[in-house]
C-alpha cells in the first residue's frame, strides 16, 4: 500500500512539475524583492491589487485555482472601488470628496472594512516614528473627516508602561510622555494625557510612581486635584515633594497655598 501511494504521487507530481520548472524561480523571485512603501493611500490599494494579480497568477498557472487571492486586505472587489475612491480624494485632502464618498457608501458594509485598511495604511505611511523633527504633513482635514488617522492611539503608546514599569519606580512613563509632547508628528496634548492618565488609575487601579509624580509635577505644573485625580495619595505625594529641586517646590506650594501647610 505504502509503495503504491508514492507511485502514485511521484505519478500526479512529475507532470505539474514538468509543466512549471521555473515555479519555484518565479516564486522565490517575487517574494525576495523588497518592496518600496507606497507614499500615497492610491498607491497602496493599487499595490496590493497588483499583488493579489501576482498571487493569482503565480497559483493559477502553476496549479489551475483560479480566483485564489493570497492576499485578503483588498481581496472583495467591492471593497477595492471603495478603498480606492476614498483614498483618492483623502490623497487630494478633500473633505467635501470623502463626505460625499460617506454619503454614497456608508451603508454599505465593505466600508468599514474599507475604511479599517486605510486607517491602518495611514499609520504606515505617514508614520509618526519616521521623524519627531520634521513635520509629516499627512492630509489631516481629509483623514478627519473619513474618521481615520496616521495617530496611534495613547493606549496604544503607554498601556504597557502604565501595567507593568510604574512598579519598578523607574522612568518608562515619565520618558515616554515627554517623548509623545515632544513629537512634531503627534497632537497630543498633556490634557490628553491626563484623561488617559486618569482612567488607567481609575478603571485598572494603576499606581504611578514616585518618578513620574515627579515629573507631573517639576515639568507640567501638577497641582493636588490633578494628583488626587491620577489616585495619588497625600503620603506619596509629601516623599515625592522632598525630592523636587527647590524652584518646584516654590512652584508647587504657591499652586496649592491653601494646602502648602499639609506638605511642610
Not at 59 to 64: D, L
Not at 77 to 96: F, M
Not at 198 to 227: D, R, S
Request: charge should be positive.
Amino acid at each position: 500500500m505504502e509503495k503504491l501511494l508514492t507511485q502514485n504521487c511521484q505519478d500526479f507530481s512529475e507532470p505539474i512539475f514538468s509543466q512549471n520548472k521555473n515555479m519555484t524561480f518565479q516564486t522565490v523571485q517575487y517574494l525576495s524583492k523588497k518592496p518600496k512603501l507606497p507614499k500615497t493611500l492610491a498607491s497602496c490599494v493599487e499595490y496590493l491589487s497588483k499583488i493579489n494579480d501576482t498571487e493569482q497568477d503565480l497559483t493559477g498557472i502553476n496549479f489551475g485555482f483560479k480566483n485564489v487571492i493570497l492576499n485578503d486586505e483588498l481581496s472583495n472587489g467591492k471593497v477595492y472601488k471603495i478603498a480606492a475612491e476614498l483614498a483618492r480624494a483623502i490623497d487630494e485632502n478633500s473633505v467635501q470628496k470623502v463626505k460625499n464618498l460617506k454619503n454614497k457608501y456608508s451603508d454599505e458594509k465593505e466600508f468599514l472594512t474599507a475604511k479599517k485598511f486605510l486607517d491602518q495604511k495611514c499609520k504606515e505611511i505617514w508614520n509618526v516614528y519616521d521623524t519627531n523633527t520634521k513635520n509629516l504633513n499627512p492630509p489631516a482635514d481629509a483623514m478627519n473627516c473619513l474618521g481615520i488617522t496616521n495617530q496611534p492611539r495613547l493606549e496604544t503608546i503607554l498601556q504597557n508602561s502604565v501595567k507593568y514599569y510604574e512598579k519598578n519606580n523607574n522612568t518608562a512613563t515619565s520618558d515616554i510622555i515627554r517623548s509623545v509632547l515632544n513629537n512634531k508628528n503627534m497632537n497630543y496634548t498633556i490634557s490628553d494625557i491626563h484623561e488617559y492618565l486618569k482612567t488607567c488609575a481609575q478603571k485598572e487601579k494603576c499606581t504611578y510612581n514616585q518618578k513620574t509624580i515627579g515629573f507631573l509635577i517639576g515639568e507640567h505644573n501638577y497641582n493636588l486635584t490633578m494628583l488626587y485625580d491620577l489616585g495619588v495619595s497625600k503620603t506619596a505625594i509629601k516623599e515625592v515633594f522632598k525630592s523636587l529641586t527647590l524652584k518646584s517646590k516654590v512652584k508647587f506650594l504657591i499652586k496649592n497655598i491653601k494646602f502648602s501647610h499639609r506638605l511642610l
